[in-house]
């Protein structure tokens, strides 16, 4: 399985607390374009194979459903949106 990074545009926080961050991904030969939007408590994130614009983007990717989910937790993560559970609380 071929995983690359294309394109990487993590977007800065605006005056009204919003921040954009748009990355490309290819895996399995397939281009995933993704873009994640924060609002306050809020995170809404696009998934799309064939076009990075908006209006072509859906949910649904032609490769497999859960390659473009794993690769989209690995990306809120590493944004600092979600811990990873090994970080989580113990009891």
């Known amino acids: 399985m071929e995983n690359s990074v294309i394109d990487n545009k993590d977007g800065g926080v605006n005056d009204d607390g919003v921040q954009v961050t ?8 397939v281009t995933l374009h993704f873009q994640i939007i924060r609002l306050h408590k809020q995170i809404y994130a696009w998934i799309g ?3 990075a614009k ?4 859906y949910a649904a990717a032609s490769t497999r459903p859960a390659e473009a989910e794993k690769k989209l937790v690995q990306k809120l993560i590493n944004l600092g949106y979600t811990r990873p559970k090994s ?3 113990t009891s």
Request: aromatic residues 6%; hydrophobic residues 20%.
């Open 49 to 51: 194979s064939n076009s």
């Open 22 to 29: 748009c990355f490309t991904e290819v895996s399995d030969d």
């Open 87 to 89: 970080e989580g609380s």
């Open 54 to 57: 908006l209006g072509h983007m």
